[in-house]
T-cell receptor, first 115, second 110 residues
Framework: GAVVSQHPSRVICKSGTSVKIECRSLDFQATTMFWYRQFPKKSLMLMATSNEGSKATYEQGVEKDKFLINHASLTLSTLTVTSAHPEDSSFYIC???????????FGPGTRLLVL | QKEVEQNSGPLSVPEGAIASLNCTYSDRGSQSFFWYRQYSGKSPELIMSIYSNGDKEDGRFTAQLNKASQYVSLLIRDSQPSDSATYLCAVREYGNKLVFGAGTILRVKS
């Protein structure tokens, strides 16, 4: 149980375009989803927390107008990187938490390369 | 800013030995602790969670928690080359957010 999927797994885009990443909880209802980014050989950096039906809470230093998060249902959250630039290239990982437990289950991640 | 500290390693152990991974945290009020394993290029996967002082065993893995010393560790018995990965310690803070340590690289040599 507790499977989280992400799509796409890898994306290459041109500078200035927008990219949408989907995160789905496949076998449980995720009341809270988290979005992280990870640079090579670094630990995970939390970008934002989203609760179903509410606006996302962004961590300090994360531009909410650049990283748009939508959590429209209990099984789906999306992260849209708007007007992507090469410095946005990173490994983006979502995690999901159900209503009953404290454990976060991670998706497989999306590797974004902006040219 | 709450902090979680880990030795970055790499920690090298021979196959079959016990690997000991350590983590300290700054918030004395923390109640929930997690160990994740991350293979290169992959996302983290949960190994164990621990909430009470003492030991918690699951197969070859044992998590140890000492809240008075603000210390949590992970022991891996009979280490295998497939255990070679980065191990991330995480502490839950207010709002169910996880604060991650930088991770310890473990290398098990056959």
């Amino acid at each position: 149980g507790a499977v989280v999927s992400q799509h796409p797994s890898r994306v290459i885009c041109k500078s200035g375009t927008s990219v949408k990443i989907e995160c789905r909880s496949l076998d449980f209802q995720a009341t809270t989803m988290f979005w992280y980014r990870q640079f090579p050989k670094k630990s995970l950096m939390l970008m934002a927390t989203s609760n179903e039906g509410s606006k996302a809470t962004y961590e300090q230093g994360v531009e909410k107008d650049k990283f748009l998060i939508n959590h429209a249902s209990l099984t789906l959250s999306t992260l849209t990187v708007t007007s992507a630039h090469p410095e946005d290239s990173s490994f983006y990982i979502c995690s999901a938490r159900g209503s009953q437990g404290e454990t976060q289950y991670f998706g497989p991640g999306t590797r974004l390369l902006v040219l | 800013q709450k902090e979680v500290e880990q030795n970055s390693g790499p920690l090298s152990v021979p196959e079959g030995a016990i690997a000991s991974l350590n983590c300290t945290y700054s918030d004395r009020g923390s109640q929930s602790f997690f160990w994740y394993r991350q293979y290169s290029g992959k996302s983290p996967e949960l190994i164990m969670s621990i909430y009470s002082n003492g030991d918690k065993e699951d197969g070859r893995f044992t998590a140890q928690l000492n809240k008075a010393s603000q210390y949590v560790s992970l022991l891996i018995r009979d280490s295998q080359p497939s255990d070679s990965a980065t191990y991330l310690c995480a502490v839950r803070e207010y709002g169910n957010k996880l604060v991650f340590g930088a991770g310890t690289i473990l290398r098990v040599k056959s």
